[in-house]
């Protein structure tokens, strides 16, 4: 997220709704900037992976361990930074 928004800030191209591939585990801060790249540039939209959660969930959460888990794909993070996503493209 810090290159992409280094990108940005050098070159400040708006419109071209980049998004960000398996955006599976992102930070806070990430969240944030992918917050700001939307309102301000109308990129940074994540790619999470839904369907992953209902297909392989166990198996899925399971290969990121205990202590990401609760990380894995934060829809309701989004929600309350009004962080617009898209589907995965897998």
């Known amino acids: 997220m810090d ?3 280094e990108a940005l800030k050098t070159h400040p191209i708006k419109g071209l709704r980049r998004s960000i591939i398996h ?3 992102p930070t806070d801060a990430a969240i944030r900037k ?3 790249m939307q309102k301000n540039f109308d990129s940074g ?3 999470a992976q839904a369907p ?4 392989i969930g166990d198996t899925y959460a399971g290969n990121f361990g205990a202590a990401r888990n609760p990380r894995l794909d934060p829809f ?3 929600v309350k930074q ?3 996503w898209a589907r995965g493209s897998d």
Request: aromatic share 28%.
């Open 82 to 84: 009004a962080v617009m």
């Open 23 to 25: 955006a599976n585990l």
């Open 3 to 5: 290159t992409y928004a």
């Open 34 to 36: 992918m917050a700001e």
């Open 52 to 55: 992953f959660l209902w297909w």
């Open 45 to 47: 939209y994540p790619e």
């Open 76 to 78: 309701k993070s989004y």
